[in-house]
């Protein structure tokens, strides 16, 4: 496509959230699973690439996860797309089931985690500045409402960002996620005529996520036509009030901490604090001394927070992944116990 040549639709609307998101870069890393979201990105891109209006160079990425017996097949799809719109491909294969049994833990959160991990590598490995990944409206507010029925506050229920930090120069950008359903990006692909895989995983309703695709979302439908796009403003809405609050519970997490905050809070200065910022001071010193908050529910937060009441010490709040927090003299410690081989977190 020359610069003479009109865009289509879809790629006009990506373009401009491309310009919104103000992104500054000279290469990026496409993540394409070979569905129609992550194939019609990458063809997206590719429209404004040859058209002169994208700015910054692409590498594909495809993680094999090995979870199904036509996973090859699908990579080396991806690969063949990749080669005939001119872009390297890089392809990597892993057991991820095999890697979930080994560690005890859910085949679709380590799925998740070493996708991430294999992302963040190629970036590396080409010195990208961006990972784009294919999230749409329908994603966002398939996590919105997971996040509801297991409980969660503001935070969890503003959903996906649609850029996020992922480290010193690297960024995780969604630029599908404020404006694309799945339906656009179905229709974009057969416009284009470039076959997309249906993942027989996403048809299966013992995973929750595919029932609220099925079964929920459809009977909110029938309440508010419109329900996908509102949950995604709402996300939109709440991650604004979300970034305030966390702004001043760095404030409170300064004032409670001691010489060096990884180690202990003041107990009296947490306590001061109001509810909201006072369960987000505990959730970011939990982040800062376990590096993530992989596992962390509200539950746990909720039991750190009982720590905080009445005058007695000597009483300790597990974690996941081996952690413990136990208050003393009034301050809370923060301790990782350690866990047997197998047990412990990517």
């Not at 993540?31 to 058209?51: P, Q, R, Y």
């Not at 089931?97 to 190629?122: P, T, W």
């Not at 009977?219 to 996300?235: D, G, H, M």
């Not at 409170?252 to 604090?273: F, H, N, P, S, Y």
């Amino acid at each position: 496509m020359g610069r003479g040549e009109r865009l289509s639709e879809f790629a006009r609307a990506l373009e401009r959230e491309l310009r919104r998101l103000e992104l500054k870069a000279q290469r990026a890393i496409v993540a394409v699973s070979g569905g129609s979201d992550s194939v019609a990105l990458l063809l997206g891109l590719d429209e404004l690439a040859k058209s002169g209006r994208l700015g910054f160079e692409l590498i594909v990425a495809h993680l094999d996860h090995s979870l199904r017996p036509e996973s090859g097949q699908e990579a080396s799809r991806v690969a063949a797309l990749a080669t005939e719109l001119g872009y390297e491909c890089e392809i990597e294969r892993i057991a991820v089931a095999q890697v979930a049994a080994e560690i005890k833990d859910n085949v679709e959160q380590v799925a998740r985690r070493l996708r991430y991990e294999f992302l963040s590598k190629a970036a590396r490995k080409h010195m990208a500045e961006l990972i784009i990944v294919a999230h749409t409206m329908d994603d966002q507010a398939e996590t919105v409402l997971l996040r509801l029925i297991r409980g969660s506050g503001a935070e969890g229920l503003s959903g996906m960002a649609r850029t996020r930090a992922l480290g010193p120069g690297l960024w995780l950008v969604r630029p599908l996620l404020g404006w694309a359903r799945k339906r656009d990006t179905e229709a974009y692909c057969r416009a284009r005529r470039v076959e997309f895989v249906v993942d027989a995983w996403n048809e299966d309703e013992r995973f929750a996520r595919v029932r609220v695709r099925r079964q929920l979302i459809p009977l909110l439908e029938t309440f508010n036509p419109k329900i996908v796009e509102t949950l995604s403003r709402t996300a939109d809405l709440l991650r604004e009030d979300d970034a305030a609050l966390d702004e001043e519970a760095e404030r409170w997490l300064k004032r409670a901490g001691c010489e060096d905050q990884t180690v202990a809070l003041r107990v009296e200065i947490v306590k001061e604090a109001p509810a909201a910022i006072r369960r987000r001071v505990l959730r970011r010193w939990i982040e800062i001394n376990r590096g993530h908050l992989r596992r962390i529910e509200l539950v746990h937060i909720e039991a750190v927070e009982k720590l905080l009441e009445g005058e007695r010490g000597g009483r300790v709040a597990e974690l996941p992944g081996g952690a413990e927090i136990e208050r003393r003299r009034g301050l809370l410690y923060f301790r990782q116990k350690e866990v047997e081989k197998g047990a412990m977190e990517i």
